[in-house]
Each structure stands twice: as C-alpha cells, then as structure tokens.
C-alpha cells in the first residue's frame, strides 16, 4: 500500500517557495514544535521563525526552508504556509546572518526606547532562529 500524503504549499509575499506531495511536515507552531501528517486535523496557528522541514513523498531528500514567521493552515489533504520571509535552505548565507545578527546586537545596544527595543530583539529572535535552521542543514 502507499503511504499517505499531504500537499503543501510554502509561500511568502514575494513567490511560491514549495508546492509539492509530502509525508510528514515539522514546523514552529507558536506553542511549539508542530509535526503535521496526512489527515491531520484542521489548524490554523501562527508560525515563529524557524526551519520548516518536509519529508517528500516517495522518500527522497528532506527539504529545510527557513520562515521569519507567519500563519499555517492545515487541512486533511492541505497544508498552507504563508510566510512573511521564506528561504530555501540552500539559499540560506551563514556569512550574511552572522553580519546581520552584528549590526542587530549593535542597534540594541544604541536603542533607546521600549519600541525600538522590541523591535531589534524581533530581528534577533528572527535571526538566531536563521542561524540555527542552516546549522541544522549543514549537519545532514
């Protein structure tokens, strides 16, 4: 018998990032950790950052794409990410995030009110979060 899949759909405001057949799919639920597999039960949640990992169906290479937050819908036969910023994991720049997490470790110290606070912690949070998603890819 063949296993059961789920379709899934990984977009942000500027393209379609994945749209494909799936077995399993892991993702940062805003309570936590979210594994999602075919005829789950319909959820709609906010997503933190994070790595969405999905397993293709048929095996295949695990595909890794980093999301900057945004809302997961899920249907028994749908799964739909809108995402505020996606990557695929390939795409993702260790270099980059790491110069970026500066200047926002910079910017946190210069700030100073409580908006300006919150609103460079959000980049940090968003970038740690980056950094651990290509850690996670460059261990496979």
């Known amino acids: 018998m063949a296993a059961a899949t789920i379709h899934v759909d990984v977009v942000s405001a500027e393209e379609s990032i994945f749209s494909g057949e799936a077995e399993f799919v892991v993702l940062p639920g805003e309570a936590g950790e979210l594994g999602i597999y075919p005829r789950h039960t319909p959820l709609i949640t906010r997503i933190r950052p994070g790595a969405v990992r999905i397993l293709p169906a048929g095996g295949g290479e695990e595909q890794l794409i980093f999301v900057a937050g945004g809302i997961l819908e899920v249907q028994p036969k749908v ?10 994991g390939h795409d993702l720049d260790e270099a980059k995030a790491n110069e970026a997490l500066q200047r926002a470790e910079e910017a946190r110290a210069k ?12 980049e940090l949070a968003m970038l740690a979060a980056q950094l651990a998603a290509i850690r996670r890819l460059r261990k496979k």
Do not use: M
């Open 79 to 88: 799964i739909t990410v809108l995402a505020d910023t996606a990557i695929r």
């Open 111 to 122: 700030a100073k009110d409580k908006q300006e606070i919150a609103v460079v912690e959000g």
